[in-house]
């Protein structure tokens, strides 16, 4: 009975290739995230949405673009891939508001050849 | 410019004894702290968390430490065990903010 469930698990795909990510959460929450841990090991969020309504999108290019169909999900498009975009992309989602804390999903590693 | 450091990248404890993570972050507009703890292949899951108006929260066998002053805080967990064997993520988040800001983490063993 998962609360965070994205997929797929693992995503291996050449340069150039148009790939999608799907998240979504069963817990009634209402914003969700994307964070992208790279090979640093950095975790930074990419995107948020609250109630499907992007509220933060921290400089990440243009070729990523988030979908919230409903605030269950959010789904996250990425165009014209690059080695660069090799990273592991965590769906996570909170309650919301000030000072609660993000349940994660298990990631997605996109590996870009 | 990395606003919140664990300058720690690993730590090796021994079953039972006390853990020590430290972590310390740069923007003083920072009022909430929480600790997240991973294992391979999973998400980070939520641990503790500590608001800027206090300087201790406990649960169980783990505690976080604040200092402001020193904008340093520090998880302990005592005593640990082998299943707390993971990476350890310290965040921060500011007021009328919704993303948390991580630490790159630091790896705790616990051996027998």
């Known amino acids: 009975d998962t609360a965070v469930s994205q997929t797929p698990k693992y995503l291996v795909t050449q340069m150039g290739n148009d790939k999608s990510i799907k998240c979504e959460q069963n817990?009634?929450?209402?914003?969700m995230y994307w964070y992208k841990q790279d090979s640093k090991k950095f975790l930074k969020i990419m995107f948020s949405?609250?109630?499907?309504?992007?509220?933060i999108n921290e400089t990440v290019p243009n070729r990523f673009s988030p979908k919230s169909p409903d605030k269950a999900h959010l789904n996250l498009h990425i165009n014209s891939l690059e080695l660069g975009d090799s990273a592991v992309y965590f769906c996570?989602?909170?309650?919301?508001?000030?000072?609660?804390?993000?349940?994660f999903g298990q990631g997605t590693r996109l590996t870009v050849v | 410019d990395q606003q919140v450091k664990q300058n720690s990248p690993s730590l090796s404890v021994q079953e039972g004894r006390i853990s020590i993570l430290n972590c310390d972050y740069t923007?003083?507009?920072?009022?909430?702290f929480l600790w997240y703890k991973k294992y391979p292949a999973e998400g980070p899951t939520f641990l503790i968390s500590?608001?800027?108006?206090?300087d201790k929260n406990e649960d169980g066998r783990f505690t976080v430490f604040l200092n402001k002053s020193a904008k340093h805080l520090s998880l302990h967990i005592v005593p640990s065990q082998p299943g707390d064997s993971a990476v350890y993520f310290c965040?921060?988040?500011?007021?009328?903010?919704?993303?948390?800001?991580f630490g790159t983490g630091t790896r705790l063993q616990v051996f027998p």
């Open positions: 996570a989602s909170s309650q919301g508001g000030r000072n609660t804390e993000a349940f």
């Open positions: 965040a921060a988040t500011r007021y009328n903010t919704d993303k948390l800001i």
């Open positions: 923007n003083s507009m920072f009022d909430y």
């Open positions: 949405y609250n109630n499907k309504e992007l509220i």
């Open positions: 500590i608001s800027s108006i206090k």
């Open positions: 817990l009634g929450h209402d914003t």
